[in-house]
């Protein structure tokens, strides 16, 4: 039953995965086809689609052909446990598809129990489904009497409070607050003990300045920090009267216009993202950046690492609800000193990874190895059981070296993630290897008992993060720490 349903999930279609195919006959042919297993990796790339972009007459008519599902009153939404991350783009081709063929055959003799079609499905209690009339009636009515705004998931909320609900400020935290108050107020800060207090976590009161020192972008003398962001800020705007026109021009189109396909798909679960304001921002960062680096240009996944420093900047000035803020309710020097901000740090942050995005992306390959490598003396059985299954790790791992980990985490759980990178050494080029073979062993036991390739492949494209805040990240990062100091030679070889 659970390989029936991977089967109708991955049914092959132009327009997006899981789509059945208007007027198409149900043959008998048709239905052998259906019910037999890809023989290689090859042949199941090819029944597969990504794509992004879903025409909406499309939709309108499958949804008109459906019959709509008796409603269920409840009292709150309900959340499933295991939400697809946000899917990349198909209009790249992905380093998988020279790979060679690989099975997607069971790795062992025995076969998945049918009892796992249930995995993942939301089974809703008596007690949410039996409400009575009145209660629902009074709860519409107040629903209509407030103000309309949008619904945003748990994977999508930027509050870095744990899932589990911490309290606002407790004596410890305000503790660490003061004292990062103190270095902060400090004539000359000190960013070796400033980078020690942030490896932990950084206030979101301090966050902004701290970000912007830990990067390079501010000196540790505050008597010159005005004048140097002025002057850096003045500097970025006269790029963008000096360069932005030549957008249209024929040497800069193609760069201009994946920018400009691609930035809608930035967090598209986040109303913020989605505001034509913030879009534009983001499409004369992305742009001025790749001109001003020809070795590199745009690549696809550098539009994802704007979204941390944008959405820390835009926290000075709001005190929550980050995701539904209007930016236009923002002053223009206020907006224009965010956006040339998170324009250099993105910079600074992309000098020591632009080996991952020249040609043919030779940092992350080697990132990858050394991932590998790292991994077979960590957990030999995961790795055994990756080449049972013929999975290879550029197949899931490229993602996470592309795009650090951000299409795996919801957007709280990478800003508190970048609390660290920025006060390791290396954080994002080195550190975060270690970052990534903790998060694979981390599902440990879901890797092992997924026996053939697809399946394995799915489970490590979706790993269901949607629920994790600083505790789980935490974690996360004091297992990267360890392997760091246990396996330090482990991916020397593939070092440059």
């Known amino acids: 039953m659970a390989t029936d349903s991977r089967i109708h999930f991955w049914k092959r279609n132009t327009k997006v995965p899981g789509r059945f195919l208007k007027d198409t006959p149900k043959s008998n042919s048709t239905q052998n086809v259906k019910s037999k297993k890809a023989s290689s990796f090859l042949e199941f790339a090819r029944s597969t689609n990504d794509a992004w ?36 783009s198909d209009s790249e081709s992905h380093p ?12 062992h003799d025995q076969q998945m129990s049918d009892d796992r079609s249930t995995n993942g499905r939301v089974v809703r209690s008596n007690s949410e489904a039996q409400l009575n009339t009145s209660s629902v009636r009074s709860s519409l009515q107040k629903q209509q009497s407030l103000p309309v705004r949008p619904i945003v998931p748990l994977v999508a909320r930027i509050s870095d409070q744990n899932s589990s609900g911490a309290p606002p400020m407790t004596i410890r935290e305000k503790t660490r607050l ?26 979101r009161e301090v966050r902004p300045i701290t970000w912007r020192l830990l990067s390079g972008y501010l000196p540790a003398n505050m008597e010159r920090r005005e ?25 800069h189109r193609d760069t201009y216009r994946q920018i400009h ?31 001003r680096h020809p ?55 992309l000098d020591g990874i632009q080996d991952n995005y020249t040609f043919a992306q030779p940092g992350i390959q080697i990132k990858v190895k050394a991932l590998e490598e790292l991994v077979s003396r960590i957990d030999e059985d995961i790795h055994n059981h990756f080449q049972k299954c013929e999975v290879e790790y550029l197949q899931f791992a490229f993602r996470w070296m592309n795009n650090l980990l951000m299409r795996e985490l919801p957007l709280r759980c990478t800003i508190r993630l970048w609390d660290t990178y920025q006060a390791e050494s290396e954080g994002f080029s080195h550190f975060h290897q270690y970052v990534c073979a903790a998060f694979l062993i981390k599902w440990r036991k879901e890797i092992l008992s997924m026996l053939d390739f697809q399946g394995l492949l ?31 030679d482990a991916p020397n070889h593939y070092r440059r």
């Not at 002057?231 to 790029?239: A, I, T």
């Not at 809608?264 to 001109?291: S, Y």
């Not at 240009?297 to 420093?309: S, W």
């Not at 206020?334 to 600074?348: G, H, L, P, V």
């Open 178 to 203: 003061d004292k990062f108050r103190q270095l902060l107020a400090s004539p000359n800060t000190d960013l070796e003990e400033l980078r020690t207090h942030s490896w932990s976590g950084i206030p």
């Open 261 to 291: 396909i691609d930035i809608p798909r930035t967090n598209p679960l986040i109303p913020l993202f989605q505001q034509a304001l913030v879009q534009e921002v983001f499409e004369r960062i992305l742009f001025i950046w790749a001109i």
């Open 458 to 488: 799915m489970l490590l494209q979706n790993l269901p993060t949607i629920h994790w805040g600083n505790e789980e990240v935490g974690l996360l990062l004091a297992e990267a720490y360890r392997l760091k100091y246990m396996f330090a």
């Open 295 to 349: 070795a590199s240009g745009y690549v696809q996944g550098i539009n994802d690492l704007v979204t941390p420093f944008f959405v820390v900047f835009l926290s000075e000035f709001v005190e929550e609800d980050v995701e539904n803020f209007e930016m236009s309710g923002l002053s223009l020097d206020t907006q224009r000193n965010i956006e040339a901000d998170s324009f250099w740090c993105m910079s600074k942050l």
């Open 227 to 251: 004048q140097v962001l002025q002057r850096k800020r003045d500097e970025y705007f006269g790029f963008i009267e000096q360069y932005y026109h030549s957008r249209t021009d024929e040497h």
């Open 53 to 88: 972009d879903i025409d909406d007459e499309e939709d309108e008519d499958l949804l008109m052909g459906a019959a709509p599902p008796a409603p269920v009153p409840h009292s709150r939404p309900t959340v499933p446990t295991f939400l697809p991350t946000q899917p990349d």
């Open 96 to 107: 998988s598809d020279t790979l060679g063929p690989l099975r997607s055959e069971p790795c």
